[in-house]
T-cell receptor, first 110, second 111 residues
Framework: KNQVEQSPQSLIILEGKNCTLQ??????????LRWYKQDTGRGPVSLTI?????NTKSNGRYTATLDADTKQSSLHITASQLSDSASYIC?????????FGSGTKLNVKP | NAGVTQTPKFQVLKTGQSMTLQCAQD?????MYWYRQDPGMGLRLIYY???????DKGEVPNGYNVSRLNKREFSLRLESAAPSQTSVYFC??????????FGPGTRLLVL
């Protein structure tokens, strides 16, 4: 069964600290993997997209990694800011279909 | 360039009432999608339209109908609302299998 699992479900960190969010998937065949950021009360916004051959991709303080062999991805946030408080959703694309994780809710406290 | 717009932003319905959620995109995307998002769950696909004139069921289509009016607009209709349809509804568009762009969402409460 094609699934996307994210961990942890929620996370609280202090401003300025780093954190890493995990995404494991069983989607096959695999097309690409995206990380989205969803602010409270808003629609998701794409942060990164990674294809099978890419191991790492950065977008400012956000760095995504992909291990296609173990079917794992991570999103690392460096020097967190209060504005990073949001849900982060991992989305894996199969053939003509998107599979969504349930998200990690990040709370950055001052 | 407004991206993806949705109306209304918020709606309260009584059980059995009907309503249509509107979605429009100005990015000339072929594909459009309707999702619902419930607390603690990921986005679940209700219906999608790969191109103008075509629609297909997603993961949770029961109780909903859709219309791809033209390339820009994709509406979602609840014929007889039920409390189980209380949710936040998101419309999205994409150029084929590329990144999806989401609207701001419609919050629906069915009493």
């Amino acid at each position: 069964k094609n699934q996307v699992e994210q961990s942890p479900q929620s996370l609280i960190i202090l401003e300025g600290k780093n954190c890493t969010l995990q995404c494991n998937y069983t989607v096959s065949p695999f097309s690409n993997l995206r990380w989205y950021k969803q602010d409270t009360g808003r629609g998701p916004v794409s942060l990164t997209i990674m294809t099978f051959s890419e191991n790492t991709k950065s977008n400012g303080r956000y760095t995504a990694t992909l291990d296609a062999d173990t079917k794992q991805s991570s999103l690392h946030i460096t020097a967190s800011q209060l504005s990073d408080s949001a849900s982060y959703i991992c989305v894996v694309s199969g053939p003509n279909k998107f599979y969504f994780g349930s998200g990690t809710k990040l709370n950055v406290k001052p | 360039n407004a991206g993806v717009t949705q109306t209304p932003k918020f709606q309260v319905l009584k059980t059995g009432q009907s309503m249509t959620l509107q979605c429009a995109q100005d990015m000339n995307h072929n594909s459009m999608y309707w999702y619902r998002q419930d607390p603690g769950m990921g986005l679940r696909l209700i219906y999608y339209s790969a191109s103008e004139g075509t629609t297909d069921k997603g993961e949770v289509p029961n109780g909903y109908n859709v219309s791809r009016l033209n390339k820009r607009e994709f509406s979602l209709r609840l014929e007889s609302a039920a409390p189980s349809q209380t949710s936040v509804y998101f419309c999205a568009s994409a150029a084929g299998g590329e990144t999806q762009y989401f609207g701001p969402g419609t919050r629906l409460l069915v009493l």
